[in-house]
């Protein structure tokens, strides 16, 4: 992989961008310049967003997107077309989990793998076209630690898939041009991590590693950096992590045992 230089300007989608980790990536990438195409669900905030990032609108545009409905998606990377004529870089950031109760008590615990991993995958299809086809993009998926150290069934099944398909579509695109990266953060804080009584930075430090990998392409980046030891305790001492994810995580958010 080559690095890029800091001055390059890109085009930019990034799905989730509303709220947590989106909004702090949109600010951080539009502060670098980047042209963006924000997609959310919520209009109305994703509207002011953009507005506050560019009240002309030339640079950054908002798109109301339902990254889980085909023609949604397809309208997506049809108006980035529209405003700027290609998509330099995708970044899949839309993500669920299952807010309160267990997984099994959910309603619909399969919409976690429909917006975590499905629709991931479904907009990369639509984007790797022109990519291959120009010789350049980037694909930057965002992770989770609990795709490496597993600690919520339906959701570690996405993170764990949606880390498996960028390792694997990051080596079938090699010698493509294309760049892919996965950015697998810790415990954040955002809407999905509300409820849990864990200290936890703010989500810039995700989004300054998404732009980090913009400029330099890894294959995966943990932040926070402890995360890495966490990760490593999981694959060597499982037992002990057993304990700790039942003491730190399942206690601390459920309440019970």
Avoid: C
């Avoid at 989730?16 to 600010?27: D, V």
């Avoid at 990438?29 to 030339?58: C, K, M, W, Y």
């Avoid at 932040?223 to 499982?238: E, F, G, H, T």
């Amino acid at each position: 992989m080559t690095s890029k230089s800091p001055s390059e300007r890109r085009v930019v989608v990034l799905t989730g961008a509303s709220s947590g980790i989106g909004l702090a990536t949109a600010r951080e990438l539009a502060a670098r310049g980047h042209a963006l195409v924000l997609a959310a669900r919520r209009e109305d905030q994703l509207a002011a967003l953009a507005h506050g990032l560019d009240p002309s609108g030339a640079r950054v545009i908002a798109v109301p997107t339902d990254v889980t409905d085909a023609a949604s998606r397809q309208a997506l990377i049809d108006a980035a077309h529209a405003q700027f004529g290609r998509i330099d870089v995708l970044i899949n950031n839309a993500g669920v989990t299952v807010e309160q109760g267990w997984w099994w008590d959910d309603p619909d615990p399969l919409r976690v793998i429909r917006v975590n991993l499905e629709s991931p995958i479904e907009l990369v299809r639509l984007v790797l076209p022109e990519m291959r086809s120009r010789g350049s993009g980037h694909i930057v998926n965002i992770g989770s630690v609990a795709g490496r150290a597993a600690t919520n069934g339906m959701y570690s099944a996405s993170k764990f898939g949606i880390r498996g398909f960028s390792h694997g579509l990051r080596r079938e695109l090699l010698g493509s041009g294309v760049d892919v990266s996965l950015i697998s953060p810790g415990f954040v804080k955002s809407e999905m991590t509300a409820r849990a009584r864990l200290p936890m930075p703010g989500p810039e430090v995700v989004a300054r590693a998404v732009a980090g990998v913009l400029v330099r392409p890894r294959r995966e980046v943990t932040v926070p950096r402890i995360y890495r030891a966490v990760a490593l305790l999981d694959s060597l001492l499982p037992g002990l992590a057993d304990r700790i994810v039942r003491r730190v995580i399942i206690e601390r958010r459920y309440g019970s045992r």
